[in-house]
């Protein structure tokens, strides 16, 4: 037993001395022995074609790899910002990171964001766009859509023009991936948190303009039974502008309309600021719930959040639609991240007053939320906690589902080609928490509390 003992440590010192002739970073050597070099099981393999003049890569390993359909322990190499290569060993490639048995996705990516630790992007200043993006990078989000609201439209073309110059040079935390509009042409009756005040019905010279101001509009809510939706979806679909229903009074048929002839393609914060069925004299008439159900194509987001819908409507929405067909969302304002207390959702100027009560945002008269507190995690811990869903399947719906809806072909899965936007996260004792974050390969430094 000694002498082969004695044969095992010298080929441990063959191997490793040959190691370091290899690399020129005696702490990456270091590292690559500290992290199991030579361990049997799930040893980590120091790739030779690597040139360690190239600072650029990096090596994620010992991770539990996120894939759409399964999870397998093994490493991520990143170059360039881009997924070189996903390997059940250990490929230890440049500066590694050990996760340590954590879990390792796709960054998360929200599809419906107005803004966040007391900044709103109507608010329309750099300073509250960087706040935004930094304090939901530090919660898994790596891309998002910036939101706007109905308001004056002095305070929208603001912040329409603040996203046009806030995104041509570089900036930290979550990537934006263009602006949603959210409203203003909506159904009064379905108005929730929107101002009634600012509500429009589409005009092709006020579209028009609204379009004119940014070339980074890349999903419109509107209400489909409003007279003039049609010129104005077409004028959206010429665009490639992705289409929702939102606060709307539609029946299913009006919905199925707008889905088969208009270019709709999605449902804004399902069951939210909408009907399901109603009774005109004796007969029922089913809604844009009921649409949502029916229409296999439609795809629908949900505000997980434990709040807006309970476990059995949770339930019953991925039953029917299938996880490939809901994306789950925040809508979080800048309430998110603060205390409970006196907020608006908007800009700090005209926004509406409203009230953050045990976590969760009504209007000041508690007659309907007010977007959401919810980060991405929280989402994420919502649905494994209260369906029945696996972790890749709820990973999904926060990264494969949102980057189809958006056609954003590089994001929303751990692949070679895909981009290095990772979140990696523990679940334990029904907890997630975001441990660390990568957007295009670089680790994003989380804010200091």
């Not at 070339?215 to 004028?235: C, N, Q, V, Y």
């Not at 709307?248 to 889905?259: K, L, N, P, R, V």
Request: net charge neutral; glycine share 8%.
């Amino acid at each position: 037993m000694d002498k082969l003992r004695t044969v095992l440590m010298n080929e441990k010192n063959r191997i490793f001395d040959g190691f370091l002739r290899q690399s020129s970073d005696f702490d990456d050597a270091v590292a690559a022995l500290r992290l199991g070099e030579f361990a049997q099981s799930g040893a980590i393999r120091r790739k030779k074609s690597f040139s360690e003049s190239s600072r650029q890569v990096l090596s994620i390993v010992n991770a539990n790899i996120v894939f759409p359909d399964r999870i397998m322990r093994g490493s991520v190499t990143i170059e360039k910002g881009v997924i070189g290569r996903v390997s059940p060993l250990n490929e230890a490639v440049g500066h590694v990171v050990d996760a340590e048995g954590l879990y390792l996705s796709p960054g998360f990516i929200d599809l419906h964001v107005h803004g966040g630790n007391g900044s709103d992007f109507m608010d329309a200043t750099p300073a509250d766009f960087s706040n935004i993006t930094r304090f939901h990078a530090s919660h898994g989000t790596t891309s998002m859509l910036a939101t706007t609201l109905t308001s004056l439209d002095e305070e929208l073309f603001a912040a329409l023009d603040c996203y046009n110059s806030f995104v041509k040079t570089p900036y930290p935390g979550s990537r934006l991936l263009g602006l949603h509009l959210e409203g203003p042409y909506f159904a009064a009756e379905q108005c929730g948190a929107q101002d009634p005040k600012y509500l429009k019905t589409p005009d092709p010279s006020h579209y028009t303009e609204i379009l004119g101001r940014s070339a980074h509009i890349r999903r419109w809510s509107a209400a489909p039974e409003l007279d003039g939706i049609r010129a104005f979806a077409k004028t959206c679909r010429e665009r490639r502008i992705v289409l929702s229903m939102a606060h709307t009074s539609c029946t299913a048929a009006q919905a199925a309309d707008a889905y088969q002839n208009d270019g709709f393609s999605l449902i804004t914060h399902f069951y939210s600021a909408m009907n399901g069925v109603t009774r005109k004299n004796c007969f029922r008439v089913g809604g844009l719930v009921e649409a949502g159900y029916l229409l296999d194509g439609l795809n629908v987001e949900i505000i997980a959040d434990g709040c807006h819908l309970p476990p059995e409507l949770l339930n019953l929405v991925i039953k029917v639609k299938g996880c490939e067909h809901v994306a789950l969302v925040t809508d979080c304002s800048a309430a998110a991240g603060t205390t409970d207390g006196s907020r608006k959702i908007g800009s700090r100027k005209n926004g509406q007053p409203v009230v953050v009560k045990d976590g969760v945002a009504f209007l000041a008269d508690f007659s309907a939320f007010a977007g959401s507190v919810a980060t991405t995690d929280r989402l994420l811990e919502t649905i494994l906690n209260q369906t029945r869903v696996s972790i890749p399947q709820a990973v999904g719906m926060l990264t494969k589902v949102p980057a189809g809806i958006m056609s954003c072909a590089d994001k929303g899965e751990i692949r070679p080609g895909a981009d290095a936007d990772l979140a990696l996260f523990s679940y334990r004792a029904d907890k997630i928490e975001v441990k660390k974050v990568f957007i295009a390969g670089e680790e994003f430094v989380f804010p200091s509390p």
